[in-house]
């Protein structure tokens, strides 16, 4: 079955604490990206890859990193989470590199950053 | 900086009403602009797209946009709405060299 994998699904974390929010698609895509969903904020493009080794900053990278060793694995990582980090975090992935495609998402990572 | 307006927050609709989902993008190149719909606890999954060409575009779910250059409008549509409908849409747009924008968002609500 095609998806988009998020793990973990649900987390609870204190400041500070370095976590990383894995994604792998099995659709062989190109390009993956991750988003932060706020309520009354809509989703918020943190970064995303357009290709193995290729990645950019979106609209809201501070405090996030990401790599992109593998073509289905693109992890989010915070290196220091703070509580303003609290969200609910999606990962998406396309075939196309430049974004003109379908996404398809996960279902979503509810972080607490406490 | 490329951005997508949905005006109406929350918007409620009779069961078997139609309904008009309202999205406004900022001018630039021919779009790739996108509806996509959560129900809750669930990622987001397309509903219909527009690329280029006819400008009334179909969906799933029995949705429909048109895509209004003029009016910087993509507006979403369904003669008749059903009680699953009910759900947070998102309008987007795409095609920038990877960056994406997300409206934020209007959460249907379907009265019995």
Known sequence: EAQVTQNPRYLITVTGKKLTVTCSQNMNHEYMSWYRQDPGLGLRQIYYSMNVEVTDKGDVPEGYKVSRKEKRNFPLILESPSPNQTSLYFCASSLRAANTGELFFGEGSRLTVL | ?112
């Open chain 2, 1 to 112: 900086a490329q951005s997508v307006t949905q005006p109406d927050i929350h918007i409620t609709v009779s069961e078997g009403a139609s309904l008009e989902l309202r999205c406004n993008y900022s001018y630039g190149a021919t779009p790739y602009l996108f509806w996509y719909v959560q129900s809750p606890g669930q990622g987001l999954q397309l509903l219909l797209k527009y690329f280029s060409g006819d400008t009334l575009v179909q969906g799933i779910k029995g949705f429909e946009a048109e895509f209004k250059r003029s009016q910087s409008s993509f507006n979403l549509r369904k003669p008749s709405v059903h009680w699953s409908d009910a759900a947070e849409y998102f309008c987007a747009r795409g095609g920038n060299a990877g960056k994406s924008t997300f409206g934020d968002g209007t959460t249907l609500t379907v009265k019995p």
